[in-house]
């Protein structure tokens, strides 16, 4: 029961930020909606022996659930390519232009800047890279 009341807890907490943030771009309010129904229907369709036990569910409710989470599910398809490609900068309200179709056509070209520009590329190579790694990428074997 604590796990479902802390579930609960995260939902009221989400509804309520959701509904209380002034964000500057008013049309990521729906987007997140969204999110936060996913999030609560998905939960309802885990555990909700005790809703019908109670009575608050009778007969279709499941397919109810399935249609409403479906219908969330394709409302949200249309967002998912920015939401992913968020990043730091996305949280200070920049325009990031997207790497896999954007309206330059320079689709590679952005790929291999965002790339190059990762957090992921700074760094040394671990130290099984020259033996075990190039020599595999470079079409050859490595030396075990």
């Known amino acids: 029961m604590t796990q479902v009341h802390l579930k609960y807890v995260m939902f009221q907490m989400a509804r309520q930020n959701l509904t209380e943030t002034k964000f500057k771009d008013q049309n990521i309010r729906p987007i997140l909606q969204i999110l936060v129904s996913i999030f609560a229907i998905k939960e309802l369709q885990k555990d909700n022996q005790m809703l019908y036990e109670v009575g608050f ?5 499941i397919q109810l659930l399935n249609d409403s989470y479906n219908e969330l599910l394709l409302s949200l398809r249309p967002h998912l390519i920015p939401l992913v490609e968020m990043t730091d900068l996305a949280l200070e309200d920049s325009y990031i232009v997207s790497t896999i179709g954007n309206k330059y056509g320079d689709i590679y070209e952005k790929q291999l ?10 760094g040394k190579p671990p130290s099984y890279y020259e033996d075990l790694m190039k020599p595999l990428m470079n079409g050859g074997h490595a030396k075990l």
Do not use: A, Y
């Open 57 to 61: 569910f009778g007969t279709g409710s």
């Open 113 to 122: 800047e965002v790339s190059q520009n990762s957090k992921l590329n700074t």
